[in-house]
């Protein structure tokens, strides 16, 4: 079977990445593709940006090229449950597009799995939007639809829906709903809709006693989100 994991940065899949023997693919319109084996299955991981557009443009190219049995959206989101913690990982039974309220079933996602003492993979409704949810309030708002929110998802589901193809979600909580942000990150995307780095860093230095923490924390969130994530996936039973 080929497995198409579709991430909007390629830092989110590292942590799958690095449990997996994988080459980068050549000659694709987008900017990270990679494939791998996955015991038996064929695995392409594959990231061009944040948000809607890129993640669809991501799914559909890969697609085309792969033709994968299964695709699962993946990657980080901000809790909108107060029970969440960082690096948590959760599957979706069905994501919710926040503006239109479109749902998009989620069978293709993997199941939890417990250990006795810690359920992993809790299953649970993702809220999917074309914008970062920067304040606690904006999370409030969210709370009545689902239990995290992210950027792509909605997108390669329904990029999956139309061609017919099994769709999954995975995500890693690394950021908490009592969170905000003091970086303005929706204001960071350009007009390709990808996050400028030096924008992000500029606007953490001109306030540096909160801007410089929240970078150090959003980034050691990630990282440690990254691997959590997979962790789970390369051990989910396919």
């Keep these: 079977m080929t497995i198409l994991l579709i991430a909007a940065e390629a830092r989110e899949l590292a942590g799958v990445l690095k449990r997996v023997a994988h080459y980068p693919a050549e ?19 594959a990231a061009d940006g944040p948000g809607s557009e890129l993640a669809g443009k991501a799914a559909e190219v890969a697609l085309e090229r792969f033709h994968p049995d299964l695709i699962w959206s993946v990657g980080l989101c901000g809790a909108l449950d107060d029970a969440l913690v960082a690096g948590e990982v959760l599957t979706a039974t069905e994501v919710v597009h926040a503006s239109s309220g479109t749902r998009f079933p989620a069978g293709g996602s993997p199941v939890s799995r417990s250990d006795g003492k810690k359920e992993t993979g809790r299953a649970i409704v993702v809220v999917s939007q074309d914008r970062v949810a920067s304040t606690m309030a904006e999370k409030r708002r969210l709370r009545s639809l689902g239990a995290i929110v992210e950027m792509e998802a909605a997108a390669v589901a329904r990029v999956a829906g139309r061609a017919k193809v099994p769709f999954g979600c995975v995500k890693a909580v690394s950021d908490l709903a009592s969170e905000g942000f003091q970086l303005d990150l929706n204001a960071a995307r350009g007009p390709d809709g ?16 909160k801007g410089l923490p929240e970078l150090w924390r959003l980034n050691g969130r990630s990282r440690q989100a990254a691997e959590n994530l997979g962790e789970f996936i390369v051990n989910c039973p396919v």
Aim: charged share 20%; hydrophobic share 45%.
């Design 27 to 45: 000659g694709m319109p987008i900017r990270f593709v990679r494939v791998g084996q996955w015991g038996q299955h064929r695995l392409i991981c």
């Design 194 to 209: 990808r996050f400028r780095t030096t924008h992000i860093l500029w606007d953490a230095l001109r306030n540096p006693l």
